[in-house]
């Protein structure tokens, strides 16, 4: 059998079809082919809109996604960060105590001085027990 290529446009899809020489001969047997050519066009423009608009809404559920937990991360370092100045604050206020405690240490008289450096002596082997 003699095959003929021919091209065929449709809504900006380009189709190459072969088609039996014996249908040129026959316009009945081309108009079939042809038909049937046309509505397997129709069918496959409905199933490429069908898989566009599912892709479109995969896409779409994507980003939202992708966002939402975007936002998440955000939220997330800005608590972490907050509790961290929190903890720094801390920090620095029981460095400032324990130099103000040092400061009226160092400034007591020597004989209150040696009396609190026993107490602290007495007081550690206390725990030790």
Not at 28 to 39: E, I
Not at 79 to 97: M, T
């Amino acid at each position: 059998m003699n095959l003929d290529l021919n091209v065929l446009c449709y809504n900006s899809f380009v189709f190459i079809v072969t088609l039996p020489a014996t249908a040129f001969f026959s316009p009945t047997a081309a108009n079939l082919t042809l038909a049937r050519l046309v509505a397997l066009c129709h069918c496959f423009l409905y199933w490429s809109t069908v898989l566009h608009r599912l892709m479109q809404r995969f896409v779409r559920e994507y980003d939202s996604k992708n966002k939402a937990f975007g936002n998440e991360i955000d939220r997330i370092f800005l608590q972490v960060k907050q509790e961290e100045q929190g903890v720094h604050g801390v920090e620095s206020q029981i460095e400032a105590a324990y130099a103000n405690n040092q400061a009226k240490i160092n400034a007591m008289d020597p004989n209150k001085l040696r009396r609190y450096q026993e107490l602290v002596q007495t007081s550690m082997q206390l725990q030790e027990r």
